[in-house]
Nanobody, 116 residues
Framework: QVQLAESGGGLVQPGGSLRLSCVASGITFGMYTMSWYRQAPGKERELVARIMNTGGITPYADAVRGRFTISRDTAKNMVYLQMNDLKPEDSAVYYC?????????WGQGTQVTVSS
């Protein structure tokens, strides 16, 4: 059974930092592209960052470029999203996604709230 589990969300003040983590099980992790998406109330789910199975990183979303960094540790089946200089508009549920040649899998999400 494939499972993705996010953690690290919470409440943070503007300008603060958080690191989200996602651990995958049930897949050969090194064969999958890993992505972070987010969805705020009333808005569409949007791609935030993506790291390929080769280790290459696709362009970050314009809203987070320069502030967020995606990375992965294949040996630990983990992908991370380091979020710095957080803004209220970053508040959303953040989802981990594993994408392969034939299938995509999603975690249940972790809430990030940026507020003073």
């Amino acid at each position: 059974q494939v499972q993705l589990a996010e953690s690290g969300g919470g409440l943070v003040q503007p300008g603060g930092s958080l690191r989200l983590s996602c651990v995958a099980s049930g897949i050969t992790f090194g064969m999958y592209t890993m992505s972070w998406y987010r969805q705020a109330p009333g808005k569409e789910r949007e791609l935030v960052a993506r790291i390929m199975n080769t280790g290459g990183i696709t362009p970050y979303a314009d809203a987070v470029r320069g502030r967020f960094t995606i990375s992965r540790d294949t040996a630990k089946n983990m992908v991370y999203l380091q979020m710095n200089d957080l803004k209220p508009e970053d508040s959303a549920v953040y989802y981990c996604q594993a994408g392969g040649r034939w299938a995509q899998y999603w975690g249940q999400g972790t809430q990030v709230t940026v507020s003073s």
